[in-house]
């Protein structure tokens, strides 16, 4: 089979593998959809590999994509019948651990005590490939109403924004700013929105901020466009800030913002991977009673609950995709995600 493999400094390339055989344990997917996340586009551009990132693994280039999502196509021995059947519609949690820690044993995998052995699509072989193997403990079913499209977003880009929310603890009486209307925060105000919740989208892309108010944002802010980010969010909530904040854009100014747009008593939820943020204690956080969260994607089981929500909700998660490629077209998806204006793409590897 041919695997696509990121070799750093926005270069790719596809290479020959041996079409993969289960171990004890472990399964063998079919990759139906394997989507394209916010994150990848570090790993496409970083030079020094998915190391330089701190990340671990062994350095060496792997085939890429951490949002599986198709059908098990072989079971390796040990595998229950509960656990995995063939022809079984699968989403893929992206992480391995040692499987007995605490962290591990409740679906944290990538909190494992022992650190995280290998993230899928970045220090182990992931999804941009005809075939994918993992340890059939890693496998999330998915539900019958939603796509294999839909099961690739929820398993990295839009449950990562749901574990955001969650932690947060959003709720319909809220007003949330999400600043970053990629993959990860264009799922945020989309789910926010159907929790109905005030969404607040911001992003330096007009294209994407047309898309957001298309996904329920109800006020749209481009940086670009105003030298008072914080006193924008603050005119849109009677002067006081908003409730919530969520920033999917990594940009240490917009991490900021996140946290002096709040009012009193304000979250602020940090998802977008690298790069930093200052912060003035006092001024920022104690005298305002902030609380600022890191979340960093979601467990098994919310991956689980994540897509259960999408389903009985109805909620169209295909229409975050823009982009259906093949394989083959790989370069061109990437170069053009890499420009930051559109909306997800997904590979269709078979
Ligand atoms: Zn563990
Ligand atoms: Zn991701």
Redesign the pocket.
Known sequence: MKGLVFLGDRKLELREYPDPTPGPGEVVLEIKAS?M????LKFYRVTGGAASLGLGGKGGPVIAG??PCGVVAAIGPGVSHEQARVGMRVMQH?YRGCGVCPHCTTGWMQLCVEGVAEVY?VTGNGAHARFMKCPARTLVPLPDELSFDAGAAI???TG?AWGALQRLGLSGEHSIAVFGQG??GLSATLLAAELGARVIALDTSDERLARAKEFGAAHLINPKNTNDVVGAIKELTHGRGAHLSLDASSSPVARQQAVRCLRTWGKACYVG?GDSVTLDVSNDLLRRQITVIGSW?FSTVGQAECACYVADRGIDIDRLFTHRWKLEQAEEAYRLFDRQTDGKGVIHPS
């Open positions: 989507g996340c916010g994150s990848d951490h949002e992206h699509g398993s990295c880009g990562t993959p990860v991977e994607t």
